[in-house]
């Protein structure tokens, strides 16, 4: 089961990935085991949520947490931060201020949601259409870049290791709407799915995904 893919830029055929340690980024805990790919539910514009939390699930078991936004973490300066499904700060997402270009900063955090490490940045071109990222190393220490081709209008795209056409695609991005057959019928018609593989590093895929989600809100803004 995949997305739709209306353009040939879209990964067609996701694939398990043979070298985990190569995209495991956070934590191998967050590798997607084997077996089936992951199916994340997200709703846009995930960090204006009210109430305690945002609760990132399985799409086909919306029970089941992966991922969580808490409200106690959100304040001016560090809102953005994203915790494990029990909780646990993971990663924030900093905008620098006075920025001349849109980039977006992933750090670690300590226990209490702060700041910690630069892990690595996100930025984009013009329009946002192509993505990447820079300074991104894995948990051994070795240099890797993903590159991504999203749009939240239509709720398609994909991410990759290493070059769009010529890179592994790691991750894909779709309407609910693709999974009509597969998946509840409770879907908001904000929300969208991303697909991952298994050996992929969710927490990585989810920190572009959402790095992007912020840039696009600048140009809505």
Known sequence: MGCAASTAEIPIDLQANPDIEKLTVFDSKFVVPEGKNMMLRLKG??????GDSYKIVDANDSSKVVFQCLGKFMNFDE??????GDGCPLFVIKEPLMQVDDKQYVYATDSDGKPAQELF???SNFGNT??????????KGEAIQLKGKMTLVSMKGGIWLGDVKTGQPIAKV??????KDFLPDDFDRNEYIVEIPPGVD?????????????MEQSYDS
């Open 174 to 179: 779709c309407s609910p709407v693709t999974y």
């Open 45 to 50: 514009k995930i960090f204006s949520f009210s």
């Open 121 to 123: 940045r996100i930025g």
């Open 130 to 139: 192509s993505q990447y990222t820079e300074n991104l190393k894995n948990a």
């Open 202 to 214: 969710s927490a990585l895929v989810l920190a572009m995904v959402l790095a992007y989600e912020q």
């Open 79 to 84: 809102k953005r931060v994203i915790c494990d």
